[in-house]
């Protein structure tokens, strides 16, 4: 163990890179890696060209300013010369339970279903820190350090690149040789040379499963490696604050918050499915909580206080409660069930526009008299012009079904 007397030396130094690293596993990270604090060059060029090519267009505080900041570990510490990321897989044995007629389900995110892992990681960092802290002091003479998680101005990929966590895919996650994509990723900044991994000389090859697969198109197979913002469901869900184009709700399908679509059919996810890791599918952090599928009709029964109550600690409460709600409706209008829609007519008398306009469509695409008089009967109501538009297009939906008795569509 380094000491105050101790001088520079390169045994010294690959001895407590290795305590680090064992340190990382100990307080139940399944990844680790160190890396220079380093500019990423080639990730500051392809953020920088996502932003002109308006590729990331709805996340308005990404700027080519952003990029650059986020690209260099030393723009958040200066003194910074070493990278640890570590990785949490956070994939969950939790059983994906199929809709059935009258109780038709959602879809969440596997890494939302329970616990928010900004505190996970944020615990586990900062134990991490503790163990290593006067080594690091006593060998650089500095207490500094900084812990990040995805909200921080860090590439996060990039670090996780740099530091032999994994490579960049075509989805653009990061995939892993032993737990694919299924992982969450943080950072230790820290003002001390250490010994370095290599990075991963691999890609994805001539595989584009994950270009197809995704329903809106987010993913483009002529533009690998790149990915629209807003067309992801992913950012619809849950960074979307207004409402979701009418063109796209269809393809949601079921997602209401976040979406795997594109983990979902690549090849070194479905391995890490077919197996059962040592750590990782057993982390109590992402078990429990609302799990993968919850039932969606009473969920259009959340007011903002049972709302915040009911995903107090978990990322969910990001979508807001009225977003959350919107995605509901999408999923309920996607079933098709027609046990949705006595909740969904209460719902089109909830107190936020945001929420009745989607309501509104979802009960158009359940359709039927009830369906019809309900939305009339709003109609007639309703002083928001938005959701007066939406009722007006849903009920020319319907009259392209069925006209009115008069020949007529049965809403103007």
Same mark, same amino acid.
């Given at each position: 163990?380094?000491?105050?007397?101790?001088?520079?030396?390169?045994?010294?130094?690959?001895?407590?890179?290795?305590?680090?690293?064992?340190?990382?596993?100990?307080?139940?990270?399944?990844?680790?890696?160190?890396?220079?604090?380093?500019?990423?060059?080639?990730?500051?060029?392809?953020?920088?060209? #996502?932003?002109?090519?308006?590729?990331?267009?709805? /996340?308005?505080?990404? !700027? +080519?300013?952003? %990029?650059?900041? *986020? $690209?260099?570990?030393?723009?958040?510490?200066?003194?910074?010369?070493?990278?640890?990321s570590v990785?949490?897989?956070?994939?969950?044995?939790?059983?994906?339970?199929?809709?059935?007629?009258?109780?038709?389900?959602?879809?969440?995110?596997?890494?939302?279903?329970?616990?928010?892992?900004?505190?996970?990681?944020k615990?586990?960092?900062?134990?991490?820190?503790?163990?290593?802290?006067?080594?690091?002091? #006593?060998?650089?003479?500095?207490?500094?350090?900084? /812990?990040?998680?995805? !909200? +921080?101005?860090? %590439?996060?990929? *990039? $670090?996780?690149?740099?530091?032999?966590i994994?490579?960049?895919?075509?989805?653009?996650?990061?995939?892993?040789?032993?737990?694919?994509?299924?992982?969450l990723?943080?950072?230790?900044?820290?003002?001390?040379?250490?010994?370095?991994?290599?990075?991963?000389?691999?890609?994805?090859?001539?595989?584009?499963?994950?270009?197809?697969?995704c329903?809106?198109?987010?993913?483009?197979?002529?533009?690998?490696? #790149?990915?629209?913002?807003?067309?992801?469901?992913?950012y619809?869900?849950?960074?979307?604050?207004?409402?979701?184009?009418?063109?796209?709700?269809?393809?949601?399908?079921?997602?209401?918050?976040?979406?795997?679509?594109?983990?979902?059919?690549?090849?070194?996810?479905?391995?890490?499915?077919?197996?059962?890791?040592?750590?990782?599918?057993?982390?109590?952090?992402?078990?429990?909580?609302?799990?993968?599928?919850?039932?969606?009709?009473?969920?259009?029964?959340?007011?903002?206080?049972?709302?915040?109550?009911?995903?107090?600690?978990?990322?969910?409460?990001?979508?807001?409660?009225?977003?959350?709600?919107?995605?509901?409706?999408?999923?309920?209008?996607?079933?098709?069930?027609?046990?949705?829609l006595?909740?969904?007519?209460?719902?089109?008398?909830?107190?936020?526009?945001?929420?009745?306009?989607?309501?509104?469509?979802?009960?158009?695409?359940?359709?039927?008299?009830?369906?019809?008089?309900?939305?009339?009967a709003?109609?007639?109501?309703?002083?928001?012009?938005?959701?007066?538009?939406?009722?007006?297009?849903?009920?020319?939906?319907?009259?392209a079904?069925?006209?009115?008795?008069?020949?007529?569509?049965?809403?103007?």
């Open positions: 163990m380094l000491t105050a007397t101790d001088k520079p030396n390169t045994q010294a130094i690959a001895a407590l890179t290795s305590r680090i690293k064992q340190a990382a596993i100990a307080v139940g990270f399944d990844l680790v890696g160190v890396a220079p604090a380093q500019p990423f060059p080639q990730t500051e060029a392809r953020m920088t060209a #996502a932003v002109e090519r308006g590729l990331l267009d709805g /996340l308005d505080w990404f !700027t +080519a300013e952003r %990029a650059h900041t *986020a $690209a260099d570990p030393r723009n958040l510490m200066p003194n910074a010369q070493s990278v640890i990785g949490l897989c956070y994939l969950s044995d939790e059983p994906t339970l199929p809709s059935v007629a009258g109780a038709p389900r959602g879809r969440v995110a596997k890494y939302a279903t329970s616990r928010d892992y900004h505190d996970v990681f615990q586990k960092m900062a134990v991490l820190l503790a163990q290593v802290r006067d080594e690091v002091v #006593a060998y650089s003479g500095s207490e500094e350090a900084r /812990l990040l998680v995805d !909200t +921080a101005r860090i %590439a996060d990929r *990039a $670090a996780a690149e740099q530091a032999g994994g490579w960049y895919g075509k989805n653009t996650n990061i995939l892993t040789r032993r737990y694919g994509s299924w992982v990723l943080g950072e230790i900044l820290l003002p001390i040379a250490l010994v370095y991994d290599q990075p991963i000389d691999r890609d994805c090859g001539s595989c584009d499963l994950c270009l197809h697969a329903p809106t198109a987010a993913l483009d197979p002529n533009d690998p490696y #790149a990915l629209i913002t807003k067309r992801c469901i992913s619809l869900t849950i960074e979307e604050r207004g409402p979701i184009p009418r063109e796209l709700r269809p393809q949601m399908g079921d997602n209401i918050f976040g979406c795997d679509i594109c983990q979902d059919v690549c090849p070194h996810n479905v391995r890490v499915g077919t197996r059962l890791p040592e750590q990782g599918r057993g982390h109590a952090e992402f078990r429990g909580g609302i799990g993968p599928t919850p039932e969606l009709i009473p969920l259009l029964a959340l007011d903002e206080t049972h709302f915040r109550a009911h995903f107090k600690g978990t990322p969910l409460r990001r979508a807001k409660r009225d977003g959350f709600l919107r995605n509901a409706a999408i999923a309920l209008g996607n079933s098709s069930d027609p046990a949705a006595p909740a969904l007519i209460v719902a089109l008398d909830d107190l936020s526009p945001l929420v009745r306009e989607h309501v509104a469509w979802a009960i158009s695409r359940i359709g039927g008299p009830a369906a019809l008089a309900a939305l009339q709003r109609l007639m109501v309703e002083d928001d012009a938005r959701v007066r538009e939406e009722i007006t297009l849903s009920c020319s939906e319907l009259a079904k069925s006209l009115s008795p008069a020949g007529k569509p049965p809403c103007g």
